[in-house]
């Protein structure tokens, strides 16, 4: 199979059917046991399109903030998160769908038409929105927005690693490694752990 970057084809459809401001949007940090999970929407101009946007997992750290400094430059970008404390009420999915509904409502110029990462169309867009799998190797602005979503979290959560060292999250993101592991059986369980989560469920009721 021929690895195929991303292009501004679903954006060109979409203006082909007459919609004005198509709006790529992403989450990251579903899968970790610590920090908010983190969503952005970002809209290209399409004649300013930074070189070399693609699924911020397949390129490297000094690459993906290089692009998240220029899409920052060009791009109208709105970054929204759901906290732990949402995650753990209303559930890791639904947190997701949150916050990117929150990311769309808060660009600067409101969206018609969005390009969504994945398999479902958040409930509360109240615009007309397409999924895409794999949306983030395949759309420009998803791929724009997976790279910003995921550089602000990095950041945030090598900040974090300051507040509460032992967990290694400045270099996990909050994944559960086997240094984060270690890390809860022997340092316990901190406010930015989802508790909804297994292993921090486990350890919390272990001795209940």
């Known amino acids: 199979m021929v690895k195929t970057a991303p292009d501004y084809s679903f954006e060109t459809q979409a203006a082909a059917r007459g919609y004005g401001r198509i709006v790529g949007v992403d989450e990251v940090g579903r899968g970790p046991l610590a920090g908010p999970v983190t969503a952005c929407a970002v809209w290209l101009n399409p004649d300013r399109i930074p070189e070399g946007l693609n699924d911020s997992k397949a390129l490297t750290e000094k690459r993906r903030i290089a692009l998240y400094d220029q899409i920052m430059e060009v791009a109208d970008v709105s970054i929204a998160s759901c906290s732990v404390e949402e995650i753990d009420e209303i559930n890791i999915l639904q947190a997701s769908l949150r916050a990117m509904e929150r990311a769309v409502a808060g660009l600067k110029v409101p969206a018609d038409y969005v390009l969504v990462d994945g398999n479902k169309i958040p409930p509360a867009f109240g615009l007309d929105a397409e999924a895409i799998v794999k949306g983030d190797a395949r759309s420009v602005s998803i791929a724009a927005a997976s790279i910003v979503a995921k550089t602000w979290r990095d950041r945030l959560m090598v900040d974090l690693a300051q507040q ?32 909804s989560f297994k292993p921090i469920h486990n350890i919390l009721y272990q001795d209940k």
Request: aromatic share 10%; no cysteine.
């Open 164 to 195: 509460h060292p032992g967990y290694g999250w400045e270099k996990n993101a909050g994944y559960g490694t086997k240094l984060h592991l270690e890390g809860l059986r022997n340092l316990g369980v901190t406010p930015h752990h989802r508790r």
